[in-house]
T-cell receptor, first 113, second 113 residues
Framework: AQSVAQPEDQVNVAEGNPLTVKCTYSVSGNPYLFWYVQYPNRGLQFLLKYITGDNLVKGSYGFEAEFNKSQTSFHLKKPSALVSDSALYFCAVRPFNDYKLSFGAGTTVTVRA | EAGVAQSPRYKIIEKRQSVAFWCNPISGHATLYWYQQILGQGPKLLIQFQNNGVVDDSQLPKDRFSAERLKGVDSTLKIQPAKLEDSAVYLC???????????FGPGTRLTVL
């Protein structure tokens, strides 16, 4: 069975500082990994994905994530956070041969001005 | 391109009542998903359709939940009778067949009193 862990319920950073949201996963075989963001009263919005290839993936709104197979991690990063990045972030994983996505519990990011 | 549409956006019912949610996926997306997102948790897949056939309903509580996608486009999710623990946001998502990215609707927030 596949699973995702987001060890931090909340991340607080000052605007302009680097932002990191952690994610580790467990899956059989090669993983397909995703990050989604959710704003209040909105659905999930896709940020980026790792399928294969370069371990550093670039996505929307200046976000990037690094796939680390040995550590089974897929941490989300942004070099300089904005107040508008304040939202709920979800990491998700699925096996390469199955379309069933498993989500983490989410990390609430608060960026203070 | 229009996104995934869901209605209603909010619903309040009393326990033991029935409720139905509607989803219209992105045009051309043959795969449709229903997720349940309980407060403080990540979305959990309830059912996945491809066209009008069920691909995975292993986590759908079939004694009270049902879903259909009769013409392979719109879908409805029904709960009958509702329980207090069904209070959640119900998200609909769609994707192309074999597509890696799922596109989410805004969700329906259900409160069961």
């Amino acid at each position: 069975a596949q699973s995702v862990a987001q060890p931090e319920d909340q991340v607080n950073v000052a605007e302009g500082n680097p932002l990191t949201v952690k994610c580790t996963y467990s899956v059989s075989g090669n993983p397909y990994l995703f990050w989604y963001v959710q704003y209040p009263n909105r659905g999930l919005q896709f940020l980026l994905k790792y399928i294969t290839g370069d371990n550093l993936v670039k996505g929307s709104y200046g976000f990037e994530a690094e796939f680390n197979k040995s550590q089974t991690s897929f941490h989300l990063k942004k070099p300089s956070a904005l107040v508008s990045d304040s939202a709920l972030y979800f990491c998700a994983v699925r096996p390469f041969n199955d379309y069933k996505l498993s989500f983490g519990a989410g990390t609430t990011v608060t960026v203070r001005a | 391109e229009a996104g995934v549409a869901q209605s209603p956006r909010y619903k309040i019912i009393e326990k033991r009542q029935s409720v139905a949610f509607w989803c219209n996926p992105i045009s051309g997306h043959a795969t449709l998903y229903w997720y349940q997102q309980i407060l403080g948790q990540g979305p959990k897949l309830l059912i996945q359709f491809q066209n009008n056939g069920v691909v995975d309903d292993s986590q759908l509580p079939k004694d009270r939940f049902s879903a259909e996608r009769l013409k392979g486009v719109d879908s409805t999710l029904k709960i009958q009778p509702a329980k207090l623990e069904d209070s959640a946001v119900y998200l609909c998502a769609s994707s192309l067949v074999g597509g890696n990215e799922q596109f989410f609707g805004p969700g329906t927030r259900l409160t069961v009193l």
